[in-house]
């Protein structure tokens, strides 16, 4: 793994704008960055990544098994009662999921380790999975990288293949999109969940999560002609979704849910921990355990996550040399898991981190984030790679 | 690289080999790798061809219906997803007395990549292989392959097709009392205000900014 200075393509960003690319700037700083690239060997891509994903996402299926088994360990995540029947429910009847990512701190050599799942709304999708692929073919078509050059990512044509299989099992081939108001960034990643949805033979309409409707009589959540939601793809976390006004109805409708509720088991940070529990020393988790309330203060070492956090928020670390570093955030009101620090390569003043993709039970493809400090946030910077 | 290689074993590649937008962006886009030029176009229709089933390779090539790449692709792909066991007994336990076998050396190699490996499987019936068209507003047809399965069968759930029609009518059946209530309590409630309301997801929002990951 290495961090590669090339030279941007002509006019990438008239091209970005054209596809429908509007974030690759964010208030004025660089979010796409493709004055370098990472480089990979294919050795590194299949064994190190690809292989452990496809691991650790059956280590995460077999738990959810196991936790929808069990009342005391989803009292244990703390997720809410009246959801309990849901989650069971939908994860016994088998309905399938559309995709999740997990991140690893991974640096080339030894086993990459995971860091956390966002098994429930990842973003940097269309990046990852499109205009990283676009910006590969191009780069080879201008001559920046080799002809030989190949890049991890089927990440879109497993998209299509997951959204035609769910297509074949929903009501009208119509699947609803949805996130909140006011967010250009999620939008977009809708809007291109929605293209590969029209691409895979569905019907994908938009609405608003806030616009969602409850109608006395319904069997379904409505849109804004009160007609039946029968499958909605939401881009708002489960959590929410449990706590919000109409969250005690959500186990009373029959509208199909994508993620559904059996992925509010693994966006939680609990699952951290249950994953240390039961698969203890594998080489790709950390150490995690439940922070409580005679755990001391965070030692050298260590990071403190909560249970619900996006984007970095509320995340605090020591490294083992005593220098401590924290994000500040909304999510206090969730308890705390506690994580064995593993730092992420440094590459000059950036820290990267990987993002392996899952669709369906697939691992499909990466993308990378990059941030000076040591925890990526919202702002961490995406930087294109490739096999070479 | 031609698509229509026909060579066994095609070499390894990672990334798709073509890839287009259908509604998003200001002109819709397709690609095309390996150097044709970006063409604009968009996809006004998509239609799936019902998945045949065959034996093998061979006999997928015969039908004449799909390229021998096609037919491989699909092979290797039902192939990678079949459940693997490192016991014959433990493959049987799963799968029934006799519905067993180890795996022979090109299937081996078109599921792991590698020639041998000592593990057993479920007998293949044969496979199948689906293709999707997409049409192009520039009279294009892009012909993909869909590879069913996109998910591992796992032994403890039940198939979500017929399932949630059962489940539906059982979650109907449980839960009418509770609406009932519910319903009685949300009329209520709605009494002074029109019968569908809104805001009941989100609105909590603003002070979080946003929900990605």
């Not at chain 1, 959801?83 to 990512?101: E, F, N, V």
């Not at chain 1, 959204?163 to 999620?186: P, Q, V, W, Y």
């Not at chain 1, 939401?234 to 959500?250: N, R, S």
């Amino acid at each position: 793994m290495l961090r590669i200075d090339i030279p941007e393509r002509n006019n990438w960003k008239a091209l970005a704008h054209e596809l429908g690319f509007h974030f690759h700037t964010i208030g004025g700083e660089p979010y796409w960055k493709e004055d370098a690239y990472y480089q990979f060997t294919m050795e590194q891509v299949e064994q190190d990544i690809e292989a452990p994903t496809e691991e650790l996402h059956e280590m995460c299926m077999e738990l959810v098994d196991k936790v929808c088994h069990s009342n005391a360990l989803m009292q244990r995540l703390s997720l809410p009662e009246h959801m309990w029947d849901s989650i069971h429910h939908s994860w016994k009847s088998g309905q399938p999921h559309l995709y999740g990512r997990m991140d690893f701190a991974y640096s080339g050599t030894g086993p990459a380790k995971l860091l956390e799942l966002n098994y429930d709304t990842p973003t940097s999708l269309y990046e990852a999975g499109f205009f990283q692929w676009v910006w590969l073919e191009q780069a080879i078509e201008q001559g920046i990288l080799p002809r030989h050059a190949d890049q991890y990512n089927s990440i879109q044509e497993r998209l299509i293949n997951a959204m035609a299989h769910l297509g074949d099992r929903i009501e009208a081939r119509t699947m609803h999109f949805s996130c909140i108001k006011d967010n250009a960034e999620e939008r977009a990643t809708v809007h291109y969940l929605q293209d590969v949805a029209v691409q895979a033979g569905l019907k994908a309409p938009f609405i608003y999560t806030e616009d969602i409707g409850l109608r006395a009589g319904m069997d379904h959540f409505v849109d804004l002609d009160d007609k039946p939601i029968h499958a909605l793809f939401k881009l708002y976390p489960w959590e929410e979704m449990a706590d919000d006004d109409f969250g005690e109805q959500i186990p009373q409708l029959n509208t199909h849910w994508f993620e559904p509720p059996w992925k509010a088991i693994l966006s939680n940070k609990g699952i951290l921990p249950l994953l240390w529990e039961h698969f203890e020393g594998h080489p790709n988790l950390l150490p995690a355990f439940f922070e409580n309330a005679s755990s001391p203060p965070l030692p050298a070492g260590w990071v403190r996550k909560p249970f619900f956090s996006r984007e970095g928020s509320n995340i605090e670390l020591i490294t083992p040399s005593g220098q401590r570093e924290a994000v500040d955030g909304p999510y206090t009101d969730s308890p705390w898991i506690r994580q064995a620090y593993h730092p992420m390569p440094r590459f000059g003043n950036n820290h990267a981190l990987i993002g392996s993709w899952v669709v369906g039970d697939r691992a499909c493809g990466m993308g990378i984030r990059e941030d000076v400090g040591r925890i990526t946030k919202d702002s961490s910077c995406f930087v294109p790679h490739a096999i070479v | 690289m031609s698509k229509h290689d026909q060579t066994p074993h095609l070499p390894r590649r990672k990334r798709s080999a073509r890839l287009s937008l259908a509604v998003m962006g200001a002109g819709a886009f397709g690609l095309t790798a390996c150097g044709q030029p970006p063409q604009e176009e968009q996809i006004t229709e998509v239609r799936f061809d019902e998945p045949r089933s065959f034996q093998s390779v061979e006999e997928c090539v015969a039908a004449n219906i799909y390229t021998r790449s096609a037919c491989e692709d699909a092979y290797s792909a039902s192939l990678e997803a079949v459940p693997r066991f490192s016991t014959l007994e433990e493959c049987e336990a799963e799968h029934g007395e006799g519905a067993c076998t180890a795996p022979t050396e090109a299937q081996a190699q078109a599921a792991t990549g590698s020639s041998g490996g000592s593990w057993f499987m479920p007998a293949m019936m044969g496979y199948m292989v689906g293709s999707m068209m997409s049409n192009t507003n520039r009279g294009r047809s892009f012909e993909r392959v869909y590879q069913e399965p996109v998910y591992r069968n796992r032994q403890n759930q039940g198939n979500w097709n017929t399932a949630s029609t059962q489940a539906t009518q059982r979650v109907t059946q449980r839960n009418e009392a509770m609406r009932s209530s519910v319903v009685q309590n949300r009329q209520a409630a709605q009494s002074r205000q029109a019968s569908t309301q809104r805001s009941g997801f989100g609105s909590r929002s603003s002070a979080r900014g946003g929900w990605g990951s």
